[in-house]
């Protein structure tokens, strides 16, 4: 199994610009996780999806933040407009739905908003 | 409030001696628990998790885990560190409720194994 998938693997943008984050979950994984990591905040939950529906959005920072799940295979985490506060390395994990089990994340997106 | 605390930031351990990275957490009913290393520039990998059973869980690399209901603990262990181990560490938790498996990470200790 490839593992999950994240695209782009760096990006760098302008203050304002749209900025689109995506990712492939592990094939047959049902519950899709964003996350965010910085030095000053650690790793934190943005979202949570089950069977392509959001089911935890508390860790959205603001409106400029959105994530959809079209399908199974496929998630987005778009900013709008883009802020250098928003600069920080953007995981996506997967994972089987119950609590027990294991999530797997994906190398993640670096993102610089200058 | 539910949490997990990684008591310290970085750990320094020679090549070969023995290695703990601490986790004690605070959450309601009988969690499940994770550790995971995150090397530089790369996603986070699992190690292993206690889930129910035998206290002391086995899992990636040589590490193991004892888990202590009493002390709400979770240490990671290796009995003979590698510097290949030098990297950043992460313990979460799994509330067991709802069937949902959100996890609260702790804010992670920095290994470091020195030649």
């Known amino acids: 199994d490839a593992g999950v998938i994240q695209s782009p693997r760096h990006e760098v943008t302008e203050m304002g610009q749209e900025v689109t984050l995506r990712c492939k979950p592990i094939s047959g994984h049902n519950s899709l996780f964003w996350y965010r990591q910085t030095m000053m905040r650690g790793l934190e939950l943005l979202i949570y999806?089950?069977?392509?529906?959001?089911?935890?959005d508390s860790g959205m920072p603001e409106d400029r933040f959105s994530a959809k799940m079209p399908n199974a295979s496929f998630s987005t985490l778009k900013i709008q407009p883009s802020e250098p506060r928003d600069s920080a390395v953007y995981f996506c994990?997967?994972?089987?739905?119950?609590?027990?089990?294991?999530?797997?994340f994906g190398p993640g997106t670096r993102l610089l908003v200058l | 409030a539910q949490s997990v605390a990684q008591p310290e930031d970085q750990v320094n351990v020679a090549e070969g001696n023995p290695l703990t990275v601490k986790c004690t957490y605070s959450?309601?009913?009988?969690?499940?628990l994770f550790w995971y290393v995150q090397y530089p520039n790369r996603g986070l990998q699992f190690l292993l998790k206690?889930?129910?059973?035998?206290?002391l869980v086995k899992g990636s690399y040589g590490f193991e885990a004892e888990f202590n209901k009493s002390q709400t603990s979770f240490h990671l262990k290796k009995p003979s560190a590698l510097v290949s181990d030098s990297a950043l560490y992460f313990c979460?938790?799994?509330?067991?409720?709802?069937?949902?498996?959100?996890?609260?990470f702790g804010a992670g200790t920095r290994l470091a194994v020195h030649p």
């Open positions: 206690y889930i129910t059973g035998d206290n």
């Open positions: 979460a938790v799994s509330p067991f409720f709802g069937g949902y498996n959100k996890l609260i």
């Open positions: 994990a997967s994972s089987l739905v119950l609590a027990e089990e294991t999530q797997y």
């Open positions: 999806f089950n069977n392509n529906v959001p089911i935890d």
């Open positions: 959450v309601s009913g009988n969690p499940y």
